[in-house]
């Protein structure tokens, strides 16, 4: 299976709308968003148009230092790392709060995988 087909059903998986029992880990996927959000912009845009080229050009400033795939890397990286902290830092307090909780800990783990697939697909493109 090619990288971009690979990566088109990874992000399917990665950023669909998980559902929750637990109000507290609702709540903590909501404060998430803002993370997962920043991400989901340019994945989508490898999703359907094949790459993010995009972001390379951002007058607005909202991908600081991303100029190339290897930037680009490094920027997802290091929102998926924070996204990472914050999730380990939270701790249930019951079973519910433990499964929803580790469901959002595979999810981040995706969310890392899904980013090593984006950089081959745009160092493809360079």
């Not at 400033?61 to 100029?67: A, C, D, L, S, Y």
Request: hydrophobic letters at 40%; a positive charge; glycine letters at 4%.
């Amino acid at each position: 299976m090619k990288n971009i087909e690979l990566f088109r059903k990874a992000f399917d998986e990665t950023f669909k709308a998980p559902t929750f029992k637990s109000e507290r880990v609702f709540e903590l996927w909501v404060d998430l968003e803002i993370v997962s959000d920043a991400l989901a912009g340019p994945l989508y845009g490898i999703k359907t148009k094949g790459n993010c080229n995009y972001v390379y050009k951002d007058k607005k400033n909202r991908f600081p230092g991303v100029t190339n795939a290897i930037t680009f890397r490094e920027w997802a990286k290091n929102l998926s790392s924070e996204h990472k902290r914050t999730l380990l830092e939270f701790k249930p307090t019951d079973k519910i709060e433990e499964i929803e909780h580790k469901m959002l800990l595979g999810i981040a783990g995706k969310m890392h995988e899904i980013i090593e697939l984006a950089f081959k697909i745009q160092k493809e493109n360079e």
